[in-house]
């Protein structure tokens, strides 16, 4: 049964910093893995898509890179905004077809 | 390009009580998930659907869960009779089917459910 964790639960930064958000999966045997963003009380919005033979995806001050052997997917992001201030949730999907298994999310505060 | 719709976005029902949930996915997408997210929590599959079977209902309460996707577009989510614990937010998304090169899934703004 796949399981997804996130470190660390929570982080707060000041405005301009770099950051890095961790993602670990148990079974490496995954079709692809997606990084999602939360506000409060919304739905999810999709930031990147990774397929299972890509390395990397990068997207504006986004770059989301996957290690599959090590089950391991990171979240980096150039220049933080006290906008970017949300939940950040990764989930990843099996070979077969399955759902997406999420992480219990990462809550991100960039103060200004 | 019209996202994924749900309603209602609040819902507020006394333990005991009925509930119905609404999704409409992106056009043109086979799969749909049901999703239950408690405070603090990340998303948990209910129900997922291709075109208008299930492909995995394996977390889904039976006793008082229901879900349904006439037709393979619209579906809706019943709960009967509700609990306490049932307080939630429930999403649903969408993707192409499994085996297209971008199954990306993209969510609704999701139901707010709060039992009293």
């Known amino acids: 049964k796949q399981e997804v964790t996130q470190i660390p639960a929570a982080l707060s930064v000041p405005e301009g910093e770099n950051l890095v958000l961790n993602c670990s999966f148990t079974?490496?045997?995954?079709?692809?893995l997606q990084w999602f963003r939360q506000d409060p009380g919304k739905g999810l919005t999709s930031l990147l898509l990774?397929?299972?033979?890509?390395r990397e995806q990068t997207s504006g001050r986004l770059n989301a890179s996957l290690d599959k052997s090590s089950g391991r997917s990171t979240l980096y992001i150039a220049a933080s905004q006290p906008g970017d201030s949300a939940t950040y949730l990764c989930?990843?999907?099996?070979?077969?077809?399955?759902?997406?298994?999420f992480g219990p999310g990462t809550r991100l505060s960039v103060l200004p | 390009e019209a996202g994924v719709a749900q309603s209602p976005r609040y819902k507020i029902i006394e333990k005991r009580q009925s509930v119905a949930f609404w999704c409409n996915p992106i056009?043109?997408?086979?799969?749909l998930y049901w999703y239950q997210q408690i405070l603090g929590q990340g998303p948990k599959l209910l129900i997922q659907?291709?075109?208008?079977?299930?492909?995995?209902d394996s977390q889904l309460p039976k006793d008082r869960f229901s879900a349904e996707r006439l037709k393979g577009v619209d579906s809706t989510l019943k709960i009967q009779p509700a609990k306490l614990e049932d307080s939630a937010v429930y999403l649903c998304?969408?993707?192409?089917?499994?085996?297209?090169?971008?199954?990306?899934?993209?969510f609704g703004q999701g139901t707010r459910l709060t039992v009293v």
């Open positions: 998304a969408s993707s192409l089917e499994f085996g297209k090169m971008n199954t990306e899934a993209f």
């Open positions: 079974d490496s045997a995954i079709y692809n």
């Open positions: 990774i397929q299972s033979s890509q």
């Open positions: 989930a990843v999907r099996g070979n077969y077809g399955q759902n997406f298994v």
């Open positions: 056009s043109g997408h086979a799969t």
């Open positions: 659907f291709q075109n208008n079977g299930v492909v995995d």
